[in-house]
Nanobody, 124 residues
Framework: QVQLVESGGGLAQAGGSLRLSCVAS????????MGWFRQSPGKEREVVAG????????VYADSVKGRFTISRDNAKNTVYLQMNSLKFEDTALYYCAASSRNGVFTTGSRYDYWGQGTQVTVSS
């Protein structure tokens, strides 16, 4: 079983930046694709970004392209989400997800493991 622990959430002003981190408890060979999702109250969970095992292939939601960057350090079993130019509508609970499959995935069903989430609140 892979455990994922997110950190780095908090309160930021619009236009500001935050960096989320997610550490996987298992050695990296158990984890291939990784991604970030978010959910706001009253809304469905949506993909934010995904990355292949190497990090060389990535995908982003249109709403965050050019502002967010997903990266990973497999030696540290960690995936990051750098969030710049934050907007009020980025406010959400952000979840890290990991898959035993390799690829770049935008649907939650392709992921096997989920973190508990870290709250990001952007003040306007």
């Amino acid at each position: 079983q892979v455990q994922l622990v997110e950190s780095g959430g908090g309160l930021a002003q619009a236009g500001g930046s935050l960096r989320l981190s997610c550490v996987a408890s298992k050695r990296s060979f158990s984890v291939n694709a990784m991604g970030w999702f978010r959910q706001s109250p009253g809304k469905e969970r949506e993909v934010v970004a995904g990355a292949s095992r190497s990090g060389g292939n990535t995908v982003y939601a249109d709403s965050v392209k050019g502002r967010f960057t997903i990266s990973r350090d497999n030696a540290k079993n960690t995936v990051y989400l750098q969030m710049n130019s934050l907007k009020f509508e980025d406010t959400a609970l952000y979840y890290c997800a990991a898959s035993s499959r390799n690829g770049v995935f935008t649907t939650g069903s392709r992921y096997d493991y989920w973190g508990q989430g870290t709250q990001v609140t952007v003040s306007s």
